[in-house]
Nanobody, 125 residues
Framework: QVQLVESGGGLVQAGGSLRLSCAAS????????VGWFRQAPGKERTFVSA????????YYADSVKGRFTISRDNAKNTVYLQMNSLKLEDTAVYYC??????????????????WGQGTQVTVSS
């Protein structure tokens, strides 16, 4: 079972940038798909971005397309979410998730079986 730890969250002004990291232990990401999700207080967890590790195929929610970029570092066994041009509505707890042997349904939280504990991102005006 892969263990995931998110980091890089914090407070940023609207229009600013943050880079989130998701580090894996116990297993490597080499055979996994990885996703980023976010959840605001009182709201459901929603899809942000995903990537198939081996093929490098990426997916983005319409709300973040052109502003966020998902990437990976194989040597560090880490996936990143670069967030630019941040908006107030991006405020949420951000979670990374992983699943093995799956390359479809990556926009759905139920697809994943490993989750990090989340990192808070707060965007201020």
């Amino acid at each position: 079972q892969v263990q995931l730890v998110e980091s890089g969250g914090g407070l940023v002004q609207a229009g600013g940038s943050l880079r989130l990291s998701c580090a894996a232990s116990g297993r490597t990401f080499s055979s996994y798909a990885v996703g980023w999700f976010r959840q605001a207080p009182g709201k459901e967890r929603t899809f942000v971005s995903a990537m198939t590790w081996s093929g490098g195929t990426t997916y983005y929610a319409d709300s973040v397309k052109g502003r966020f970029t998902i990437s990976r570092d194989n040597a560090k066994n880490t996936v990143y979410l670069q967030m630019n041009s941040l908006k107030l509505e991006d405020t949420a707890v951000y979670y990374c998730a992983a699943v093995t042997s799956i390359i479809y349904g990556l926009r759905s939280p139920s697809t994943y079986n490993s989750w990090g504990q989340g990192t808070q991102v707060t965007v201020s005006s």
